[in-house]
């Protein structure tokens, strides 16, 4: 899915299009070919929580396309580290 039809009329975001003043995610940050060094990530975390792609930066443009149609207008963008940011 893209980011416009994730919060498009009908979709289950619809009605917080252009209210929150927050947005908070921790988006798959590990590309496909790399394998987490800390076992505690490695052996106990789901895939799909971990693998982001080739380059893991798609989920970062879903992620921040899905944000700006739900934030307040002027609202605030700030990373906040490299796995996660606020909006």
Not at 37 to 51: N, Q
Not at 59 to 77: E, K, R
């Amino acid at each position: 899915a893209d980011a416009t039809r994730v919060a498009a009329a009908g979709s289950p975001l619809d009605g917080l299009r252009g209210t929150v003043d927050v947005v908070v995610t921790n988006p798959p940050y590990v590309p496909d070919a790399a394998i987490p060094r800390e076992p505690e990530v490695r052996d106990h975390d789901p895939g799909v929580a971990l693998f982001g792609g080739p380059d893991s930066e798609r989920w970062w443009a879903f992620s921040l396309g899905v944000a700006a149609t739900l934030i307040v207008a002027g609202g605030p963008s700030t990373p906040a580290s490299s796995s996660s940011f606020l909006l």
